[in-house]
Structure formats: C-alpha cells, structure tokens
C-alpha cells in the first residue's frame, strides 16, 4: 500500500488548481441548470484518486484543470505560467479543437489524445465516468440520445487507454471500473 500524505508541494499544487479552475468556471452550471460546472472537475479529481487509485500529484492536478482550455477563457499559456508546461501539456492534450467541425474533431481528438501522456487517458477515463454517472440529470427527452453518445464516448476512451493497462494499475483499475459502469448503464 502507498503512503497516501501529500507532500507540501502537491498539496500546495491542487489548491492552487482549485482556485484557479473555480474562478475560471465562475457562473457556469453542468446541463441540469443548477449544479455549479466546477464540480464536474472536482468529482473528476475525486473519481481519479479515490475510485481508480491515481496517487500522481500531476495527474490529480490536471483532472482539476482539464476543461479549463476549452470551457474557459484560460488558454494554454496560463495553464503553463502556473502549473508547468508538463501540467499544460496534458490539458491541452484533454481540450477539443472547437475551431474543427465535429466530424473532423472527434477523430482529431482521439489522435491527439492517443499520443498524449498516459495521464491524459486516465483523466479522460475518470471524465466519462463521471459524466455516465451524471446522466440521469438529462431530461427525459434527450436521455436517450445522451445515454448513446455517452456508452459511446465511454467505448473510444477505453480503447484509447487500453495499451497503458499493462504498465500502469490506475488505468487497468480505471478501465474496469468503467467496464462495470457501463454495465450498469446498458443493463438499466
């Protein structure tokens, strides 16, 4: 078992990424309307940590910053000026290319993604499972169309993390907690 206490450091690191992610996200609510957006990034960091065992203070770090690029008007050189260029990088690897249309995007995405530090695919695990277990705050309506493209983005970051299963236990332990969510999903 791991020693589980930060260092000053880290410590000292995510808080930092707090603040700045909970001020960069300021007004903005998840699709429910009511839930402030910020704590999609938390239970991201949350999801990391305590469901799949991420211990990497670099990884944690970014999971609170990954929607910042793309969802804020933070870019890539704030991320660096304050967290690192190696922080940076993976959250730029995390952010879609809004300029591209989606047909192009999705495909630049995961490309981008399957080079990207093996953090940046554990994060994006820890996302849509966070987002699969968020589905129910979709009305009636769109739940189903959701629930489709949500089992969907769930099977592209699986086999897009899939090659780390081998070298790394967070995301071995991610992609099947994954698995089991998504059999869940499929089978309500």
Same mark, same amino acid.
């Given at each position: 078992m791991t020693d589980r206490t930060p260092s000053p450091q880290a410590d000292a690191l995510w808080q930092s990424a707090c603040a700045f992610a909970a001020r960069s996200h300021a007004g903005q609510v998840r699709k429910d309307g009511l839930t402030p957006y910020f704590s999609h990034p938390v239970r991201v960091?949350?999801?990391?940590?305590?469901?799949?065992?991420?211990?990497?203070?670099v990884a944690l770090t970014a999971a609170i910053l990954h929607d910042t690029i793309e969802d804020t008007p933070a870019d890539y050189d704030d991320i660096a000026d304050r967290f690192g260029g190696e922080i940076a990088g993976i959250v730029a690897a995390l952010t879609k290319n809004m300029i591209l249309p989606e047909h192009e995007r999705e495909p630049e995405y995961d490309a981008r993604l399957a080079q990207a530090d093996w953090r940046a695919?554990?994060? +994006?695990? @820890?996302?849509?499972?966070?987002?699969?277990?968020?589905?129910?705050?979709?009305s009636a309506?769109?739940?189903?169309? @959701? @629930?489709?493209?949500?089992?969907?983005?769930?099977?592209?970051?699986? +086999?897009?993390?899939?090659?780390?299963? *081998?070298?790394?236990?967070?995301? @071995?332990? *991610?992609?099947?907690?994954?698995?089991?969510?998504?059999?869940?999903a499929q089978g309500s």
């Open positions: 960091a949350f999801t990391l940590r305590q469901i799949f065992g991420c211990d990497d203070p695919r554990l994060i +994006k695990l @820890a996302d849509v499972y966070d987002n699969l277990c968020d589905m129910h705050t979709s309506r769109d739940a189903a169309l @959701a @629930a489709q493209r949500h089992l969907a983005r769930c099977r592209r970051a699986i +086999k897009l993390a899939e090659p780390d299963r *081998a070298h790394h236990p967070e995301v @071995a332990n *991610a992609i099947d907690c994954l698995n089991d969510r998504l059999a869940q």
